[in-house]
C-alpha cells in the first residue's frame, strides 16, 4: 500500500513534468499564461512590499507577550515572528496568487485545458455556462478555498515560533498543506469545463490523494522559485488538465 501511495505521489510528479513539456513546446501556451500572470504578480508585489515595510511593526505586534523579556530575548522572539509571519504570508500568497490568476486569466487557460483535452478525445458532454455565472462560481470556489487554507496557516504560523521544528518540519508540512490546495485550484478549469464544482474536485482527488499531493507539492516548490508562478502557471494549469482527466478516470496520453 505504501509502494503504491509512493509510485501515485511520483506520477503526480511526472504529470506537471508532462505539463512543463507541452508548455515549452508551444510558444502560443506562454504568451497566453504571461499576461494574467504578470497582471498578477504586480499586484502581490505590492502587497509584499507593504508586509515588509511594516514587519518591524507586525512582529512587535505578534510579540507582545515578550516586550518585559530582555532584549536579547525580545530579539530572539521577533525574528522567530518575523520568520512564521514570512512563511505562513508565503503560503497564503502561492494559493491567493494561483486563484487570483486563474480569475483573471480564465479564458486563456480554458483555451490551454481545451487544447489538452482536444488531444486527448475531447469533453463530450462540456457545459458551456455565460461568462458571468462561470466567474461567480469560480469566484466562489476560490475565495472558500482561500478561506480554509488562512485557516490552516495560522497554526502553521504558531508553529513557526518553535526552535528549529518551526523552520524545518513546518515548512515541510506547509508545502505539502499547498500542494494539495494548488491541485484543488488547477483542477478547476477542466472541472468547470464539465460543470463540476469544488466538492466534486475534493470527492475525486481524495480518491487519487496521493499523485494530487505529488503533482500539488511539485507545483508549490517551483512556484517559490522567483518568477516561478509566473513562468511557469500555463505548465500548472495544463498538468492540473491532465491531473483531473485521471481523477476522472479518463485518458491522459
Not at 20 to 37: D, E, F, K, N
Not at 79 to 95: D, E, K, N, P, R
Amino acid at each position: 500500500m505504501a509502494g503504491q501511495s509512493i509510485s501515485n505521489f511520483f506520477t503526480g510528479i511526472r504529470l506537471y513534468g508532462r505539463g512543463l513539456a507541452r508548455y515549452a513546446r508551444s510558444p502560443r501556451l506562454i504568451l497566453l499564461g504571461l499576461i494574467p500572470a504578470v497582471l498578477s504578480l504586480l499586484l502581490f508585489t505590492g502587497l509584499f512590499a507593504l508586509l515588509f515595510y511594516f514587519m518591524g511593526e507586525i512582529t512587535d505586534t505578534v510579540t507582545w507577550f515578550a516586550r518585559d523579556w530582555s532584549e536579547a530575548g525580545r530579539e530572539t522572539a521577533r525574528l522567530f515572528a518575523g520568520i512564521a509571519v514570512v512563511g505562513a504570508s508565503g503560503l497564503v500568497a502561492v494559493l491567493s496568487y494561483t486563484a487570483v490568476t486563474l480569475l483573471i486569466g480564465d479564458p486563456f487557460y480554458e483555451k490551454i485545458a481545451a487544447s489538452i483535452e482536444d488531444s486527448l478525445g475531447g469533453v463530450p458532454n462540456a457545459v458551456d455556462l455565460p461568462w458571468y455565472l462561470e466567474l461567480r462560481r469560480s469566484l466562489v470556489d476560490a475565495l472558500r478555498l482561500l478561506l480554509v487554507s488562512v485557516l490552516i496557516a495560522i497554526p502553521l504560523f504558531a508553529g513557526g515560533f518553535i526552535p528549529f521544528v518551526g523552520q524545518t518540519v513546518v515548512p515541510v508540512i506547509g508545502a505539502f498543506v499547498g500542494g494539495w490546495f494548488l491541485a484543488l485550484e488547477l483542477v478547476g478549469v477542466a472541472y468547470n469545463r464539465r460543470g463540476l464544482r469544488l466538492p466534486d474536485r475534493r470527492r475525486a482527488l481524495r480518491q487519487d490523494r496521493a499523485a494530487a499531493l505529488g503533482f500539488g507539492v511539485a507545483v508549490f516548490c517551483t512556484f517559490l522559485i522567483p518568477l516561478g508562478a509566473v513562468l511557469l502557471m500555463p505548465a500548472a494549469v495544463a498538468g492540473g488538465t491532465l491531473l483531473a482527466r485521471r481523477s476522472l478516470n479518463l485518458p491522459t496520453q
